[in-house]
């Protein structure tokens, strides 16, 4: 008689609660399953794997991609071959990798550029691995695309990303709509020439992360916005770190608030937004009940030849900061627009929580409106090279949420003489921290 067994046992349980093995004695011979063996092949595949890419020696029939040796060829391939493992890491060597459609993304299996041919170094910038979408379209699209499944931790990390072209819609570079867990950090995002460009588009109610990305958007024949944050429900997102540049749209911004409502956390970005024509610029324009918490930024506005500059924008009622502290605004035509219409017009009313926040004392104050000395904003360098004080050393001490800043040079907490603005720690405002 055949002997039963059956198979219970910790991860594996739920999926093969139930499995008959059967055991078979055939003389002195026995053919049985090793349910050691059964149980580790199991719990390794529900595991993280990596998948290795590389454009240039890879190939997507004949190599599995999973050791360094046997890539992948693209990036699409290598994140399919990971999807349904949670915790996986697909690594992209050096290298363009030209696409027509949109890469998607899959839920837990996290991106990462940089890596050396033989994947045995990383550094972003020494091995520049460039995404460059050709589409010339007259839809809209996304170049790289967070569908609303990913609900773990998935990381974007480390590509040159040159978006795509939509003569007739919106073209976004990196979208995340209705994801949850999503982390940008450190690529270069640009695109230009497009009908509405959207650098990063983040939709739904999910948590983002968004840190150490130089955004670069421009020519948009209407709206050309850096970032823009739409969607129902309630919006977790926390922006640090990053350059965002908005330039030459008919309608250009650098952050767009579009949720229900939120506390967004702006923190230590660097903004340059203007045109050269266009009805307006808004570095940050908020609608709905949304209340950002806006500390440590630079500010700075192109000079046009015509339309508004405005720093902050409200567009309801509600749409009031919950903080607006130790931020540099230079080159405006308006400050802060109010959606009462009482407008501050100088640095002192902004720092007059009546005028701005309507959150009492201390959650609008230490603002500055200075040159905030870049070493050239025009070629795109915003390094701080000759700032005043109340700029290199007048931002908050924000060390209980990040460190560093864009490069990873370590905050200073030690504030300079001379720093004169209220709640300055010795923090560099910006994306980058001064360094004599």
Same mark, same amino acid.
């Given at each position: *008689?055949?002997? $039963?067994?059956?198979?219970?046992?910790?991860?594996?349980?739920?999926?093969?609660?139930?499995?008959?093995?059967?055991?078979?004695?055939?003389?002195?011979?026995?053919?049985?399953?090793?349910?050691?063996?059964?149980?580790?092949?199991?719990?390794?595949?529900?595991?993280? $794997?990596?998948?290795?890419?590389?454009?240039?020696?890879?190939?997507?029939?004949?190599?599995?991609?999973?050791?360094?040796?046997?890539?992948?060829?693209?990036?699409?391939?290598?994140?399919?071959?990971?999807?349904?493992?949670?915790?996986?890491?697909?690594?992209?060597?050096?290298?363009?990798?030209?696409?027509?459609?949109?890469?998607?993304?899959?839920?837990?299996?996290?991106?990462?550029?940089?890596?050396?041919?033989?994947?045995?170094?990383?550094?972003?910038?020494?091995?520049?691995?460039?995404?460059?979408?050709?589409?010339?379209?007259?839809?809209?699209?996304?170049?790289?695309?967070?569908?609303?499944?990913?609900?773990?931790?998935?990381?974007?990390?480390?590509?040159?990303?040159?978006?795509?072209?939509?003569?007739?819609?919106?073209?976004?570079?990196?979208?995340?709509?209705?994801?949850?867990?999503?982390?940008?950090?450190?690529?270069?995002?640009?695109?230009?020439?497009?009908?509405?460009?959207?650098?990063?588009?983040?939709?739904?109610?999910?948590?983002?992360?968004?840190?150490?990305?130089?955004?670069?958007?421009?020519?948009?024949?209407? =709206?050309?916005?850096?970032?823009? #944050?739409?969607?129902?429900? !309630?919006?977790?997102?926390?922006?640090?770190?990053? #350059?965002?540049?908005?330039?030459?749209?008919?309608?250009?911004?650098?952050?767009?608030?579009?949720?229900?409502?939120?506390?967004?956390?702006?923190?230590?970005?660097?903004?340059?937004?203007?045109?050269? =024509?266009?009805?307006?610029?808004?570095?940050?324009?908020? !609608?709905?009940?949304?209340?950002?918490? $806006?500390?440590?930024?630079?500010?700075?506005?192109?000079?046009? #030849?015509?339309?508004?500059?405005?720093?902050?924008?409200?567009?309801?009622?509600?749409?009031?900061?919950?903080?607006?502290?130790?931020?540099?605004?230079?080159?405006?035509?308006?400050?802060?627009?109010?959606?009462?219409?009482?407008?501050?017009?100088?640095?002192?009313?902004?720092?007059?929580?009546?005028?701005?926040?309507?959150?009492?004392?201390?959650?609008?104050?230490?603002?500055?409106?200075?040159?905030?000395?870049?070493?050239?904003?025009?070629?795109?360098?915003?390094?701080?090279?000759?700032?005043?004080?109340?700029?290199?050393?007048?931002?908050?001490?924000?060390?209980?949420?990040?460190?560093?800043?864009?490069?990873?040079?370590?905050?200073?907490?030690?504030?300079?003489?001379?720093?004169?603005?209220?709640?300055?720690?010795?923090?560099? *405002?910006?994306?980058?921290?001064? #360094?004599?």
């Amino acid at each position: *008689m055949p002997s $039963i067994i059956k198979l219970r046992r910790g991860i594996i349980g739920a999926a093969l609660a139930g499995l008959v093995l059967t055991f078979f004695s055939c003389g002195d011979s026995e053919f049985y399953l090793d349910l050691e063996r059964l149980v580790e092949e199991y719990e390794a595949a529900q595991k993280g $794997i990596i998948v290795y890419v590389n454009g240039a020696t890879g190939d997507d029939v004949q190599n599995s991609g999973l050791e360094p040796d046997n890539p992948l060829a693209t990036i699409q391939a290598g994140i399919n071959a990971a999807e349904g493992r949670t915790g996986s890491e697909v690594r992209v060597a050096e290298g363009t990798y030209s696409i027509n459609e949109t890469i998607t993304m899959a839920n837990g299996v996290s991106l990462y550029g940089g890596y050396s041919s033989d994947f045995s170094s990383r550094d972003a910038d020494s091995h520049t691995v460039t995404i460059d979408d050709g589409r010339s379209e007259t839809t809209g699209f996304s170049t790289i695309a967070f569908p609303s499944e990913v609900s773990t931790v998935t990381v974007f990390d480390g590509f040159s990303v040159q978006g795509g072209v939509s003569s007739g819609d919106i073209a976004e570079v990196v979208s995340c709509n209705g994801s949850d867990g999503v982390v940008i950090r450190n690529n270069d995002i640009s695109a230009g020439g497009s009908y509405d460009i959207f650098g990063v588009y983040v939709g739904g109610n999910g948590s983002t992360l968004i840190e150490k990305n130089t955004i670069e958007v421009t020519n948009g024949d209407s =709206n050309c916005r850096g970032m823009y #944050v739409n969607g129902s429900g !309630s919006i977790s997102i926390t922006v640090r770190n990053n #350059v965002i540049s908005a330039t030459d749209g008919n309608f250009t911004t650098g952050i767009a608030f579009w949720p229900d409502s939120g506390t967004p956390v702006i923190h230590n970005n660097t903004f340059y937004v203007g045109q050269d =024509n266009g009805n307006y610029s808004d570095c940050i324009r908020i !609608s709905d009940n949304t209340n950002p918490r $806006i500390e440590n930024n630079i500010f700075y506005m192109t000079a046009g #030849v015509s339309g508004v500059r405005r720093i902050i924008r409200e567009e309801e009622v509600d749409s009031d900061p919950a903080i607006v502290r130790n931020n540099c605004f230079y080159n405006y035509t308006i400050i802060y627009a109010d959606y009462d219409g009482t407008n501050p017009i100088t640095i002192n009313d902004v720092n007059d929580p009546t005028m701005t926040t309507q959150n009492g004392a201390g959650t609008s104050e230490g603002n500055v409106d200075h040159d905030p000395g870049f070493t050239n904003p025009f070629a795109a360098d915003f390094h701080l090279d000759h700032p005043p004080v109340n700029v290199s050393g007048g931002g908050r001490d924000l060390s209980s949420y990040f460190t560093a800043d864009l490069e990873g040079t370590v905050r200073t907490t030690e504030t300079p003489s001379g720093a004169t603005n209220t709640g300055a720690s010795g923090w560099s *405002m910006g994306a980058y921290e001064y #360094v004599p």
